[in-house]
């Protein structure tokens, strides 16, 4: 084999070797691009893949294609933190954090379905917030059916969710995420608009979840959007969404009162956040929309479900709501719990792609849905029930530390419990005396605590010292805490002559990963050996043969 025939089949490897090592990523990110842009797809990157681009401030970051929305905290609706003499039922709201959210830790539930996902949160708040995007060119009449999957991570402390007392990276006495789907037809850009079409709430916990919902559209323009709201201002409050889609599944003829398609005086300006919806002074009723829920409902008016079952008799947990139904929100309760009679409908939500053939479609939509505030001046201050739960406080001599309460492990005397509410007033203490246990506090008002440990000075907490739970509609929460007696002081000696030593594991030294590429690092070293070892050669041969 002559050196020139050699230098040519080394070039070729080494072209090969460039093609395994750098190409192999940019591929099978290409071809999961083109997998989710399926035929008949309206969405512009609808798998919420890169570039994430920057909006406004250095803590929103969206995929291409999408935009940010989200309310902006103050006032008494929505407040920015909550100080001391705030009601039970207050909660701090925020602006959160959007992020991607590759690469992620083996360890934790997967967070995107493939490739990247969007990610948002924030810690220690809530947040009414979410991405939407715009799409035109429809046709007038069509029926659109809008999907995409969800998953929330809901985590009250780092010790449940990332400690040794919950899974690792799964939701730690978790509150209700709040997430749906909607679709304006009109083509707005505010989530709180009347022409939205919502999908129902769901709570999809530590695994994606299809949520959906379809409409029909009256012009040439839709927005859909996607919703979250957790309930608690916990730890981590974070949603992530991944694989949306929108597609035509039929046509129906143009209703007789089409709403506007493009931007006008009523619409928020593409990239821009919604406003907050301020309630004015006496507001008592409100209207029932598409996907309304009691939960939500009491979600917004800054009132616990209780509060809001007191305020309409009729009603209980397990009402169906119409639309139109007038309620009442705020106040004296209703006299009559009668619900109003619900007009025509004018929008339907779907579970799934309806299937009636495409012939047989009607337009579903004849006029923007409408909502209602009623003001009036209430005459009496009320009362509002507010549900009592509690706790029950238990210490235990935990013999053989396994931070279970075993047969024959007594009661243990002398362990202080410290409970405060969300303000971090002080609600509670008590003192174990090793013979009246479970200790049970039952006239705590529905809202957030924590519950702090002291064991005494001779002993060592087998269990948690801090704890924090949510108390709703009548729960009652034990805390059960154990610890063992410390054990006797002792003296280590070293041989003469012998010095500590440390030792630094191969796993420790040699298998970080490279700039978030998931790449480990002694891959990417050995292909990079391979290269300019394949390169010497080249040149080698190369300068032999001149």
């Known amino acids: 084999m002559s050196s020139r025939t050699l230098s040519r089949l080394m070039t070729g490897l080494l072209i090969i070797v460039m093609i395994a090592v750098l190409g192999a990523p940019i591929g099978s990110a290409m071809a999961r691009s083109n997998q989710r842009q399926a035929a008949g797809e309206l969405l512009t990157n609808p798998g919420f893949e890169s570039p994430f681009v920057q909006e406004g401030t250095s803590d929103i970051f969206v995929a291409n294609g999408w935009q940010a929305w989200y309310i902006i905290p103050g006032g008494v609706t929505y407040p920015t933190d909550c100080p001391n003499g705030a009601p039970a039922t207050c909660k701090p709201y925020r602006i ?21 996902s969007q990610q948002w949160g924030i810690q220690y708040a809530v947040y009414v917030a ?67 079409v919502w999908s129902g709430f769901q709570n999809p916990l530590d695994a994606f979840s299809l949520q959906e919902v379809e409409a029909v559209v009256p012009g040439n323009t839709a927005t859909v959007f996607i919703w979250s709201s957790p ?61 309304d829920t009691l939960f939500a409902i009491a979600l917004r008016f800054n009132l616990t ?78 009362t509002l029930a507010i549900a009592n739960s509690g706790l029950c406080l238990t210490a235990y001599d935990d013999q053989n530390g396994n931070a279970e309460r075993d ?12 409970v405060k509410d969300t303000d971090g ?33 001779d002993r060592t907490a087998t269990t948690d010292t801090s704890y924090a739970m949510a108390l709703l509609s009548d729960t009652t929460v034990p805390i059960i805490f154990g610890s063992e007696s410390k054990p006797a002081p002792s003296q280590l000696t070293l041989p003469p002559g012998a010095a500590p030593t440390l030792a630094v594991t191969a796993e420790a030294a040699g298998t970080r990963s490279s700039g978030g590429s998931g790449a480990p690092l002694g891959l990417l070293a050995g292909g990079a050996m391979i290269l300019l070892a394949a390169a010497a050669l080249a040149f080698g041969l190369s300068s032999r043969r001149k």
């Open 96 to 116: 959160p954090v959007y992020r991607n959210s590759q690469p992620q830790d083996a360890r934790i539930p997967p967070r995107a379905r493939s490739g990247n």
């Open 130 to 196: 979410g991405v939407y995007q715009r799409v035109s060119g429809l046709t007038p009449g069509a029926r659109l059916h809008f999907s995409a999957y969800l998953q929330g991570f809901n985590c009250s402390n780092d010790r449940g969710c990332f400690g040794g007392v919950g899974r690792y990276g799964y939701s730690y006495e978790p509150g209700d995420m709040q997430t749906r789907v909607g679709i304006d037809p009109t083509g707005g850009t505010s989530a709180f608009s009347p022409n939205v």
């Open 231 to 291: 309930t608690f201002p916990e730890k981590h409050t974070d949603v992530y969404v991944d694989d949306a889609s929108l597609t035509v599944v039929g046509q129906g003829p143009v209703p007789a009162t089409a709403a506007p398609t493009e931007p006008g005086a009523t619409q928020q300006p593409a990239g821009t956040p919604s406003p907050v919806p301020t309630l004015p002074p006496g507001t008592t009723t409100y209207t029932i929309q598409s996907g």
């Open 305 to 382: 479900l209780d509060q809001l079952l007191a305020l309409n008799p009729g009603l209980t947990r397990d009402s169906i709501l119409q639309i139109g139904q007038v309620i009442n929100v705020a106040g004296t309760p209703n006299a009559t719990a009668q619900p109003t009679p619900p007009p025509a409908p004018t929008a339907t939500a779907t579970s799934a792609p309806s299937p009636t053939p495409a012939s047989t479609l009607t337009a579903t939509i004849t006029s923007p849905l409408t909502s209602t505030l009623v003001t009036s001046t209430p005459t009496v201050t009320p």
């Open 407 to 418: 047969s024959g492990e007594a009661l243990l005397p002398g362990v202080q419990f410290v």
């Open 425 to 457: 007033k002080t609600v509670a203490t008590y003192t174990t005396d090793g013979v009246k246990e479970p200790h049970c506090l039952s006239n705590l008002a529905d809202g957030r605590y924590t519950v702090s440990v002291t064991p005494p000075a």
